[in-house]
């Protein structure tokens, strides 16, 4: 029998047969919570009730370039899982440290949705027909590096916002916009689309398009949450998330780098692109790597040995003095 998802108002106890989901309360966070639930109920059986938390990154309009780092989306989920106000919390991976955090595990990464960004300009128009002097909103230092690396005629302007706030200034003081598919997606907002770009011209950023489930260590054998975090754990994509994560903690970067990174598992191969871009995207470094990968229990350590490896030669060819790259790049 499938459970329920449900959605009350304010704190919900915690009671046999119903496991608490913490979400951010943004569109797109409860949208991918919600599939996330449905996954659950659906596997286990069991009622999942939706935990709405409101974090930093929701409620600042500071640049995030300038906001203290990946953990501002994190840590308020961090703290009502463990102080029991849910028993699960999910996260867009992209946005979680890569630092540990004391008495919460990485339970599950689920299968990823499209990893590339989405290009959303006026008029149906590609980035190769923009016009010169076009304005283009981001609030990600990689894609603007990108995109200056490719058309150093356009206008980057630093934006926040929902996916809906940032689509409509669209043809209003903005030429274009980009964001991430996946996130589009969960929004049906893909009509908004005017070019996806190619993982080998703009790798995304370390983890873009999958989500992480967090829980607390000490309930990783708990039956019901076992359950449930093997019916939504994906092998090829936690060990290339795991690839990719162990790149940006070896290069000391967090999400105010301009490091893109994007691995992938076909035919028992892990291959792992990897760019850190200059700000003006005028300079780059890039390195591909692979490994035999065949799905092992040792798997999630031969990823992050590949990520490991492949940072290490691109600080070994000056990506450091490239990107200003550091101990202040992880901020959390």
Same mark, same amino acid.
């Given at each position: ?19 608490? =989901? ?14 996330? %639930? ?26 995030? &370039? ?16 463990? %102080? ?21 595990? /990485? ?13 959303? #300009? ?14 283009? +909103?981001? +609030? ?7 995109? =200056? &690396? ?23 003081? /903005?030429? %274009?916009?980009?964001? $991430?598919?996946?996130?589009? @997606? ?5 009509? $908004? ?17 999958? *989500? ?5 260590? @000490?309930? /990783?054998?708990?039956? *019901?949450? &076992?359950? !449930? *975090?093997? #019916? /939504? ?8 998330? !795991?690839? @990719?994560?162990? *790149? ?25 692109? !990897? ?11 890039? &390195? ?22 492949? $940072? ?7 990506? $450091? ?12």
């Amino acid at each position: 029998m499938t459970g329920r998802v449900l959605r009350p108002e304010g704190p919900q106890p915690a009671a046999p047969g119903l496991i608490r =989901l913490g979400t951010r309360r943004s569109r797109l966070a409860v949208a991918q919570s919600t599939q996330v %639930a449905q996954e659950i109920a659906k596997a286990t059986g069991a009622d999942v009730a939706l935990v709405t938390v409101t974090t930093e990154g929701d409620i600042s309009r500071t640049p995030l &370039s300038q906001l203290g780092g990946t953990g501002v989306f994190v840590s308020a989920l961090r703290e009502a899982l463990l %102080a029991g106000d849910c028993d699960i919390a999910v996260h867009s991976l992209k946005d979680l440290p890569t630092a540990p955090c004391p008495g919460i595990s /990485l339970g599950a990464v689920p299968l990823r949705a499209d990893p590339r960004d989405a290009w959303c #300009a006026r008029d149906g128009m590609t980035l190769a027909e923009m016009p010169p002097g076009s304005r283009v +909103g981001t +609030g990600s230092p990689r894609r603007a590096a990108q995109i =200056l &690396s490719r058309r150093p005629d356009l206008v980057i302007e630093d934006i926040r916002g929902n996916v809906d706030t940032r689509l409509a200034r669209v043809g209003v003081d /903005l030429d %274009a916009v980009i964001l $991430a598919a996946a996130g589009l @997606e969960r929004v049906d907002r893909t009509e $908004a689309i005017t070019e996806r770009f190619a993982l080998d011209v703009a790798p995304s950023a370390p983890g873009q398009g999958a *989500l992480a489930i967090e829980v607390r260590s @000490e309930d /990783l054998d708990e039956v *019901l949450l &076992s359950r !449930a *975090l093997q #019916a /939504l754990d994906h092998a090829e994509t936690r060990s290339a998330a !795991a690839a @990719e994560r162990e *790149l940006l903690a070896a290069l000391e970067a967090g999400c105010a780098a301009p490091v893109g990174a994007t691995a992938s598992v076909a035919d028992g191969w892990l291959a792992l692109r !990897a760019t850190v871009y200059q700000a003006d995207g005028q300079s780059q470094l890039e &390195s591909v790597m692979g490994v035999a990968w065949n799905g092992s229990s040792d798997s999630e350590g031969i990823a992050r040995n590949l990520g490991n490896k492949v $940072a290490r030669d691109l600080l070994e060819r000056g990506a $450091a003095q490239l990107a200003d790259l550091g101990p202040r790049g992880e901020r959390s």
